[in-house]
């Protein structure tokens, strides 16, 4: 049984199926699929939920599409709580977009949040205290924040 026909197809296939997630459709899709269930009732489908929305975030980090990428986190973090095992990389991760979109001062107050909770200690994706008073300092002076 020779496939080799159907090569180009599926490559096709695969091509429209990742340009479709890129889209806003794409996205919106996946942020419902994990938002469907009520948060709370079942730990294992929080957990799932909660790295799916986190995975989507980072997605359109990568995408260069920081506001809605925020918004993803900021779901996560709103939904789970502390509970969710992504809560302060989503947090770090929202700065970040806040940064990019001109939202310094909200990037500031997240960045000293993290500082001071010493959030490293809870997630190891989250660079040391050091590292983010050096960058809270920076969007301080640079942009003349309180």
Known sequence: MDLSGLKWPLIILVVV???WLASSGGVNYMVTSFTKAAPG???AKDATDEAGLSKVGGYL???????????????????????GKNYYY?????????????R??????ILNDLMNLDAKQYDD??????????????????????
């Open 90 to 102: 989503n947090q770090y991760r929202i700065a970040k977009c806040l940064e990019k979109t001109g």
């Open 125 to 146: 994706r989250i660079p040391n205290r050091d590292v983010l008073a050096a960058r809270a300092a920076k969007l301080k002076e640079v942009n003349n924040l309180q």
């Open 41 to 43: 009732a079942d730990a």
């Open 61 to 83: 980090m990568y995408l260069l599409r920081y506001e809605k990428a925020a918004a993803v986190m900021d779901m996560a973090v709103q939904r789970y709580g502390t509970n």
């Open 104 to 109: 310094m001062q909200e990037s500031y107050n």
């Open 17 to 19: 199926a990742i340009g």
